[in-house]
């Protein structure tokens, strides 16, 4: 810094050098923003090594990304990776916040205090909720999806003239790693811009690559990201390390997103000084020369020479406020691990699921007037008859779509087909293409549109087409939607009800894909609730209350429903209608109210309680019949929610009885069976307990489904040892 020599002094109101925009005032703003970002990852590793401070993955390299959030309005919602500090504290000041704000936003999460204002000391996250900054966890490329569907919805809550969080010309911008770029949840979010502007649809998306050319420890080859970009998106590409050009190309692409409201690229070639976090020692594979190399380029240097050529500054005045600002932070660091931290589980599970049970009820007894329901049904449901499972969900989503037009209904197949079964037919015609629309086929993006949609504030309800399909997409459940609550202390909610038609049971047609019963992993997720109605009463009012929980506590709600029970009509005998309900008027809506985490019990035998739920529910009444002629006093217990399970119910219910049976389809390793005997054992019960599962296999075509699958034999054979 010492050798340049200054140039001859320019007025700062003026262009920093010939041919840019960035002008000398706005360099010298963004000089700061770019010490204080240093200074925070070196404020990481001081606290670590006081066992002060719990992550050191820093932005250090990628300083020039302040002029990305320069090119941008602090009301554009921003999706950022763990190297975008200056991001974060450009956007702090452009917010008006004093400097202090943002270096102590950061910090705080650095110190796991639970004063930091996004995850209160749950996770060191970019965030918050006056900044546009939604927070993002660690997995790698996740939330790719989700800015694809943040800028979906951005558009479509203005067409629709539904409330959203965001200006209508508002864009949204996400960044990433170049080694991310290669991960599939990044490629099925930029497949999906790119399918969506084919499409003719609006995403308003700034996707922004800064390329350090390593992930951790692994080379990504010279050239690769821009070879790998796709096509149909503009390309802009920008020198990391160089302020002014990073400002104007970032500007460009902002600009341009803004414009014809269609996705964009904007790559940055960084480096990555310090290393990839606090524990990572470069030298074991990389050369110093190759070091050296990066620390030549470091973009406080290249902005420091922008402002000494411009004769806007003395190398030994910015050294000066170098050290100034490295006081500084280190000293609101130390601040910093003062403030209270997490103390007890309560109060790390505070903002996990929050529940309100009465607004939910109130929420959920809610409907369209009677006007607008004879407008979309023409004859109401209520006076149909007895319905099939099918036609109670169909019914239920168009009421709920009546009521509120920030429901949207989406997935693979579900719009002119009606779905794979029908459940969603005449739902298009009803409410239009821009409410119920078919997806391309990618159970990454189906989701990643819901999350950007229910954060942004619309109520989506995805179909997942069938249950083993999700678990392409699994992580964007579990490390997005079931994170977004908790790692943002509720100033961020991302509510969805993902229906997913599932389990077994279709006589062996379609193979282990279409005859899933794995919902261990979805049982697994905190907070995530999930319904498994059986009858078409229950359906109706278990949807209508998962909708209202998703719109009253921003839950996240997997709706499992048993295909082979779609289209049920009897019971016990061919033509007896005992698998048939009649839909519920909202004046009744109310009183039927079925609460998450709410059982169904059958009978009033004092010898057995059947535990069951889904397809089990049907074949153990079925059961039950046979075993009560045979003076075998039996009561159904169907859990009807798989998480939470309703525990007091089945303590009631199992002690009214001392015998317990479960009957569960899902398999017996990991299956909701042993999750059940847990609950019991738990809570006290000593009356004896057996389970009947399906077997810890896939489900193979043809009748030999039924050999791995739990029958209605089963259930009788294990009720009788039991009793014996």
Request: glycine content about 10%.
């Amino acid at each position: 810094m010492g050798a340049l020599t200054p140039g001859p002094s320019i007025d700062p109101a003026l262009p920093v050098r010939p041919g840019t925009t960035l002008t000398g005032r706005r360099c010298r703003e963004l000089f700061e923003v770019q010490l204080g970002s240093r200074f925070l990852d070196v404020a990481a590793r001081v606290l670590r090594e006081r066992n002060e401070g719990f992550y050191t993955i820093g932005s250090a390299g990628h300083e020039g990304n302040a002029a990305v959030a320069a090119a941008l309005r602090p009301t554009d919602p921003a999706l950022l990776h763990y190297r975008s500090g200056a991001f974060y504290l450009e956007r702090s000041a452009q917010a008006g916040r004093l400097p202090e704000e943002g270096l102590r936003d950061v910090l705080l999460g650095l110190s796991a205090s639970v004063e930091e204002p996004i995850a209160g000391g749950r996770h060191k996250v970019f965030g918050h909720p006056e900044l546009a900054v939604i927070p993002q966890t660690s997995t790698i490329a996740s939330h790719l999806p989700r800015a694809v569907g943040v800028g979906f919805a951005i558009d479509r809550a203005r067409a629709l003239e539904a409330p959203s969080k965001w200006p209508a010309d508002a864009i949204a911008v996400c960044s990433f790693g170049d080694a991310t770029v290669n991960h599939a949840s990044a490629l099925s979010g930029l497949n999906t811009a790119a399918y969506g502007a084919y499409r003719g649809l609006q995403l308003p998306v700034l996707f922004v690559c800064e390329d350090n050319g390593i992930g951790i420890s692994v080379r990504t080859p010279q050239g690769w990201v821009e070879a790998s970009r796709h096509p149909l998106i503009e390309y802009f590409h920008a020198d990391g390390c160089d302020l002014a050009e990073v400002h104007d190309v970032a500007r460009a692409a902002a600009d341009h997103v803004r414009a014809t409201r269609a996705p964009a690229f904007l790559h940055m070639n960084t480096v990555r000084l310090m290393g990839h976090a606090g524990s990572d020692v470069e030298i074991a594979y990389r050369t110093r020369k190759e070091i050296a190399a990066d620390l030549e380029r470091d973009p406080l240097l290249g902005t420091a020479r922008l402002l000494v050529q411009a004769g806007l500054a003395e190398p030994d005045e910015l050294i000066a406020r170098y050290e100034a600002e490295r006081e500084h932070v280190l000293k609101l660091a130390m601040e910093c691990t003062r403030r209270p931290r997490l103390t007890s589980a309560r109060e790390v599970m505070a903002p996990l699921a929050p529940a309100d049970p009465p607004t939910v009820a109130a929420e959920a007894a809610r409907a369209a007037d009677t006007v607008v329901r004879e407008r979309v049904f023409g004859a109401l449901p209520e006076q149909e008859g007895g319905l099939t499972l099918a036609q109670a969900i169909n019914r239920t989503l168009a009421d709920a779509m009546a009521l509120d037009p920030g429901v949207l209904l989406f997935g693979e197949d579900v719009a002119r087909k009606g779905g794979v079964y029908g459940v969603s037919r005449g739902l298009l015609r009803k409410f239009g293409t821009e409410r119920v629309f078919d997806t391309l086929l990618d159970e990454q993006s189906i989701l990643g549109l819901a999350l950007g949609s229910g954060v942004s504030g619309l109520l989506p309800v995805p179909e997942i087409q069938y249950l083993a399909y999700l678990h392409n997409a699994l992580d964007q459940i579990r490390g997005e939607a079931s994170s977004l609550q908790f790692f943002s202390g509720g100033a961020y909610r991302n509510p969805m009800v993902v229906r997913v038609p599932g389990f077994a049971y279709q006589k062996g047609f379609g193979g282990h894909f279409h005859n899933d019963n794995s919902v261990a992993a979805l049982r697994d997720i905190p907070g995530v609730v999930v319904a498994s109605p059986a009858r078409p009463d229950d359906a109706a009012s278990m949807l209508r209350t998962c909708l209202a929980a998703a719109r009253a506590d921003g839950r996240v709600c997997v709706f499992l429903e048993p295909i082979a029970l779609y289209h049920t009509r009897d019971l016990f005998e061919e033509g007896d209608g005992g698998w048939l309900a009649p839909y519920v008027s909202p004046a009744r809506w109310a009183e039927t109210h079925i609460p998450i985490g709410r059982a169904r019990s059958y009978g009033d035998g004092r010898d057995l309680t059947i535990v069951t739920f889904g397809n089990g529910v049907r074949m153990s009444l079925r059961a039950a019949v046979r075993l009560t002629a045979e003076d075998v006093g039996c009561r159904v217990l169907d859990l009807r929610w798989l998480s939470p399970l309703p525990v007091e119910d089945l303590l009631r219910a199992a002690e009214l009885t001392g015998r317990v049976l479960i009957a569960d389809e899902t398999r017996r390793s990991g299956g909701v069976s042993e999750s059940v005997v847990t609950a019991l054992v738990d809570n006290g019960f000593t009356g004896r307990i057996a389970r009947v599962t399906s077997q810890d296999s896939f489900i193979p075509l043809g009748a030999a489904a039924d050999t791995v699958l739990m029958s209605e034999a089963d259930i009788e054979l294990a009720a009788r040892k039991l009793i014996a």
